[in-house]
């Protein structure tokens, strides 16, 4: 069972950046996609990010493209969102997520943090 503990959300206003990481308490994480989403109250899960297990094909959605970058390192069994020109229609709670090893669906996922773009 692998656990995801994030961080780096908070208050920040328009325009500014942030920085969430998310640390897994299993290695490798080479082995399972990654993956960023976002929930605001009434709304669906929305998926933000994704990288593949060998980082080399992000994906993101179109709300949030050229402004967020999603990026992994192995080596430290972590993945990043940093996030640029927030608006806040970004403020929400921010999961991570991981599939389980060489598999393609999300089954694990942390407890989330809160990100809030103030205008």
């Known amino acids: 069972q692998i656990q995801l503990v994030e961080s780096g959300g908070g208050l920040v206003q328009a325009g500014g950046s942030l920085r969430l990481s998310c640390a897994a308490s299993q290695r490798p994480i080479e082995t399972r996609a990654m993956g960023w989403f976002r929930r605001t109250p009434g709304k669906e899960r929305e998926l933000v990010a994704t990288?593949?297990?060998?980082?080399?094909?992000?994906d993101y959605a179109d709300s949030v493209k050229g402004r967020f970058t999603i990026s992994r390192d192995n080596t430290k069994n972590t993945v990043y969102l940093q996030m640029n020109s927030l608006k806040p229609e970004d403020t929400a709670v921010y999961y991570c997520a991981a599939s389980r090893a060489y598999g393609s669906t999300y089954a694990y996922w942390g407890q989330g943090t809160q990100v809030t773009v103030s205008s």
């Open positions: 990288i593949s297990r060998g980082g080399v094909t992000p």
